[in-house]
C-alpha cells in the first residue's frame, strides 16, 4: 500500500510531540512515555493515577477536536489482518515492558537527554522494526 | 491545574501524532520498508519531536524544579542489560508485525476503529504479561539471595 510524503505535516506533528514532552516535565517533572503512562494509569497508587488518566484522555480526544475542527477524523490506514493485530499488540506489550519503554519514552525522552540506554533501546527496536517489516513483506510475501 | 495540565498536554501529543501518521500503521510500516513502498515521513516526525524536546529539556531542567512538583522524576538507570535489550527486540518484532506503537495507537483509539481497539486491549495483556513474569524472575531472585547470606 502507497502512502504520500509528508515531510511538513510529519515534522510538524513531531514538533508537537516534543511540546508535549518539554510542556510535561515543565508542569510534573516526568517524561512523556506511553508505556510508562499506560501502565501506570492502571497500577500507580490513586494520587499518581489522576494526572496519567488526564494525559491518556488527552491524547483520545485528539482525533475527535481535530473531527470538530476539519471536519474529518485523522487517517487510520491499517493493512494488518485482525490476528496480526493481536499477536503484535501481544509482543509489543511484552516488549515495551522488559524494555522499559517505546518510541516516545525511549525514542525521543530518552533519546534527547542522551540516555545510552534510550539509545542502544532506540537502535535495537528500529533494527528489528525494519528486519520485520523486511521479511513479512520481501521473504515471506505477504 | 493538576489534571487540566495533563489534559492539554496529552491533547497537544494527541493532535501531533494524528498530523504526523504515526496513527496510521500503513505510513509506520511503510517507513520501514525502505526495499518497497518507502515513505521517509517518519524520520521527519522523528527529527521535529527529537530536536524540540532537547532544546525543551535543556531550557526546562535549568528550573530547580518542575512548576507543580517539588522535583524532576528521571529515570535513574545507566546500565545497559539483557532486559533492556532483549524488550527493545522484541517491542520492534511487534511494531513491525502490528504497525502500531503504544504512542501512536493511544491517540488512534479516539477515532473509534475497532482494529485500534483490538491492538491496544492485546498491547495490554502483553503489558501485564510482563509484569507477572518479571515479578516471579526477581521473587526468585530475592530468595535465591536470602538463602545466600
Not at chain 1, 516516545?104 to 537502535?123: D, F, K, P, Y
Not at chain 2, 538507570?77 to 533492556?84: A, E, I, Y
Not at chain 2, 518484532?93 to 485500534?116: M, N, S
Request: net charge positive; charged share 10%; with cysteine.
Amino acid at each position: 500500500m502507497e502512502t504520500a510524503f509528508t515531510p511538513w505535516q510529519s515534522l510538524a506533528g513531531g514538533a508537537l510531540i516534543g511540546l508535549a514532552a518539554t510542556l510535561l516535565m515543565l508542569v510534573l517533572g516526568r517524561v512523556m512515555g506511553a508505556t510508562g503512562i499506560l501502565t501506570a494509569a492502571f497500577t500507580a497508587a490513586a494520587p499518581e493515577r489522576g494526572w496519567r488518566l488526564s494525559i491518556l484522555a488527552g491524547m483520545i480526544s485528539a482525533p475527535l477536536m481535530l473531527w470538530g475542527l476539519t471536519g474529518q477524523l485523522p487517517e487510520v490506514q491499517v493493512p494488518v489482518s485482525m490476528p496480526m493485530l493481536l499477536i503484535g499488540g501481544f509482543i509489543v506489550g511484552l516488549g515495551v515492558t522488559f524494555g522499559s519503554g517505546c518510541t516516545s519514552g525511549h525514542g525521543v525522552c530518552g533519546m534527547a537527554r542522551l540516555s545510552r540506554r534510550s539509545i542502544v533501546a532506540t537502535a535495537t527496536f528500529m533494527a528489528t522494526t525494519g528486519l520485520t517489516v523486511f521479511v513479512i513483506r520481501h521473504v515471506l510475501g505477504t | 491545574m493538576r489534571l487540566i495540565t495533563p489534559y492539554l498536554i496529552g491533547l497537544i501529543f494527541g493532535v501531533g501524532i494524528s498530523i504526523s501518521g504515526m496513527a496510521s500503521p500503513a505510513k509506520v510500516l511503510n517507513f520501514f520498508d525502505v526495499a518497497g513502498s518507502w515513505d521517509p515521513s517518519l524520520g521527519f516526525v522523528m527529527a521535529g519531536a527529537l530536536v524540540v524536546t532537547f532544546i525543551g529539556y535543556r531550557l526546562v531542567l535549568r528550573r530547580p524544579a518542575p512548576i507543580l512538583e517539588s522535583v524532576f522524576q528521571l529515570p535513574s538507570k545507566v546500565r545497559l542489560d539483557t532486559r533492556l535489550i532483549g524488550g527493545s527486540a522484541a517491542f520492534g518484532l511487534g511494531w513491525g508485525i502490528a504497525g502500531f506503537c503504544p504512542g501512536g495507537a493511544l491517540p488512534a483509539l479516539g477515532t473509534g476503529r475497532i482494529e485500534v481497539l483490538a491492538f491496544v486491549a492485546a498491547l495490554l495483556v502483553g503489558i501485564f504479561t510482563a509484569r507477572a513474569i518479571i515479578s516471579r524472575i526477581d521473587d526468585r531472585k530475592a530468595r535465591a539471595l536470602r538463602r545466600e547470606t
